[in-house]
Every structure is written in C-alpha cells, then in structure tokens.
C-alpha cells in the first residue's frame, strides 16, 4: 500500500479542491447576477462571468472538443501522477491541478460553461479551480526541475591538473 500513498492523498487533495470550487461558484452566482460587479477589498472585485472556452475564453465555443480535451488531460494528468517519484511536491501538485480540472469539467458538462468569479484590474475573470491549477502546475515545475537537477551525474573534482 505503500506505493499508492501519494495517490490516495493527491485523490483527497482533488476532492477537497472539487468541493472548494464547487461550494464558491454556486454561493457567488446564488448572490450576484451575471455580469454585475461587487467590490469585495483593494483591487478585488466578484463578477459572475460564463466562459465556454479554455484558459482565459481561447477557443470559445469548443463545445464537446473542450470537454473531451480535458478529460483526455485529466487521464494523462492521473497517469503521469501514478508514475511519478513519491514526494510531498508531486501528490500535492497533482492534487491541486486534477481537482482544479476536475471543478472545470464538472462546470462544462453539468451547465455547458465554466463560471468564473475573481476580477483583478486588466485581468480576465477566473475561478478558485483557476488557482489551483495555476498552484500546482507551479509547484509541479518547480518538482520537475529539482528532481532533474538531482539526477544529473557529479562531475569529478579537479585534480589541479
């Protein structure tokens, strides 16, 4: 069992994740109209906006390709995560961006779009599965890169020679 630990704690990273997202879009559009603007803090607004594309509305309208993309990304996701050195980085980071593609998808089949809420002055509106994945894709850089940097071979010291 202990191979699949990092899995079974990506997988509880992801639920919560689905949840979180889930709980926020339904509590904004239950209290905010479409398109109307709501100052919460600083340069924070809450906005609800319909999105039937991919990241910030590329390739509106994609309709089913979008979806099946996106499953298609969540398999490889799931199969890379399986394969990949057990550490805190890994599960962590494909906890977050699974669940974040997850709230998304769950979005796009269920109503046809996916609901974002945050709004930041010059910045396209997005969502709390917007933030998670955008965590852990870093966090997943930042794992790739220092496990390969491990991996590399020393060279051996000079001699003075």
């Not at 990273?13 to 803090?41: C, F, M, P, S």
């Not at 509106?60 to 993309?69: K, N, S, T």
């Amino acid at each position: 069992m202990r191979g699949y630990r990092h899995l079974i704690w990506a997988g509880i990273l992801a639920v919560a994740v689905v949840l979180l997202d889930q709980a926020a879009k339904a509590l904004v559009t239950d209290r905010i109209a479409t398109g109307e603007l709501v100052h919460v803090i600083g340069p924070l607004d809450f906005t609800v906006t319909h999105n039937d594309g991919v990241a910030f509305g590329l390739a509106g309208g994609g309709g089913i390709l979008v979806i099946l993309l996106a499953t298609i990304a969540l398999v490889a996701l799931g199969a890379f995560i399986a394969s990949a050195p057990e550490s805190n980085l890994t599960w962590i980071s494909g906890g977050l961006i699974l669940g974040g593609a997850a709230g998304n998808l769950i979005d796009r089949v269920r109503i046809g779009h996916v609901t974002d809420f945050i709004l930041f002055p010059s910045w396209p509106a997005f969502n709390l599965a917007d933030c998670a994945i955008t965590v852990g894709v870093v966090l997943l850089a930042i794992t790739l890169i220092t496990d390969s940097s491990d991996d590399e071979p020393e060279k051996p010291a000079a001699d003075g020679v």
